[in-house]
């Protein structure tokens, strides 16, 4: 899935942020995480020599790391 995302900073930020501002910031913050984070677990599992979706498919135990 590609999402794109146009926001301007200014459109955040004093002087004149559009309304609810602090919801969208919110809103986009937790978006980016979930991104971030989805994009390291498949990282991850391609370094254990799994694709994405497959649930325990080649999995080794690393001590330390959870995907």
Same mark, same amino acid.
């Given at each position: ?12 930020? %004093? %002087?004149?942020?559009? %309304? ?42 690393? %001590?330390?790391?959870?995907?």
């Amino acid at each position: 899935m590609l999402l794109l995302v146009d926001v301007q900073r200014n459109m955040l930020e %004093p %002087p004149t942020p559009v %309304p609810d501002a602090e919801i969208v910031s919110a809103a986009l913050a937790t978006l980016l995480d979930r991104a971030r984070a989805a994009d390291l677990r498949e990282r991850g599992e391609r370094a254990l020599g799994r694709r994405s979706g497959d649930r325990g498919a080649g999995r080794r135990h690393v %001590p330390g790391v959870t995907f």
